[in-house]
């Protein structure tokens, strides 16, 4: 199982975009997704998110529901500017069964069709705290199936 989630909602004062902080409803919202999806979550053995703040934050929320001992790793081949094709790698290097990727638009909007159809022609249009998540043994184009929530 792989879920994809895009990071919580962030505010716009800070430094630069890295830094990034999650709103206070954007904490809440990820404590409704946690609830919402304990069941897919407790199954997590790793966790993996791009270096920016709102995504490390959210990551780390995201833990607590995850497996007990799950891991978690730094990968900015998951930030926003990053390409498809380096995800994939990332995705190849972090697998595991169970595997959750938090990270941003407009990359995670193109991994999704990329996993599913093999293209990324009609992006995935996932808000903040929004996932997906999906049946895959292995990550590769078209190689995926979505599960329903």
Known sequence: MLILMRHGEAGWDAPSDSERVLTESGVVYIGEQMARYEKNLARVDKVVCSSYFRARQTAALLLKACKPGADLVIDDRWSPEASVNDAMLALEEHWVENLLVVTHQPLIGYAVPF???????????????????????????????????
């Open 115 to 149: 996993l599913i159809e093999g293209d990324i022609r009609s992006p995935e249009p996932l808000l903040p705290g929004q996932l997906v998540v999906l049946d895959i043994l292995w990550p590769g184009r078209a190689s995926a199936i979505r599960l329903p929530l």
